[in-house]
Nanobody, 122 residues
Framework: VQLEESGGGLVRPGGSLRLSCAPS????????MGWYRQVPGKQRELVAR????????TYADSVKGRFTISREKSTNMVYLQMDSLKPQDTAVYYC????????????????WGQGAQVTVSS
């Protein structure tokens, strides 16, 4: 299984960026996808998560009202739209997926993307 991440970059405070992520490989089903972020010296933290069946979303308090996670069921693509960005949003953002493989349906395995740098600075 591979996770293709794209997006990220440098943006001024108040600006917007969009991250995207899609898993590929021998996938039976995808249960949940989300984005985490990490800055040097700190633990990786959840930013947003979506349950693929039903679309239930969860957000960190620090991004509620500014970030939106969404999915395209036909392509398994997940997006993180980040608006009103702040300098404290600067971090490496990692795509995360919980899925089941064809050879072991019913057993969830987790994968991480390679990370995308998001820098918010004037």
């Amino acid at each position: 299984v591979q996770l293709e991440e794209s997006g990220g970059g440098l943006v001024r405070p108040g600006g917007s960026l969009r991250l995207s992520c899609a898993p590929s490989g021998n996938i039976f089903s995808i249960n949940r996808m989300g984005w985490y972020r990490q800055v040097p010296g700190k633990q990786r933290e959840l930013v947003a998560r979506i349950i693929m069946t039903g679309g239930l979303t969860t957000y960190a308090d620090s991004v509620k009202g500014r970030f939106t996670i969404s999915r395209e069921k036909s392509t398994n693509m997940v997006y993180l739209q980040m608006d009103s960005l702040k300098p404290q949003d600067t971090a490496v953002y990692y795509c995360h997926v919980g899925l089941e493989l064809w050879e072991r349906p019913g057993e969830e395995v987790e994968y991480w993307g390679q990370g995308a740098q998001v820098t918010v600075s004037s």
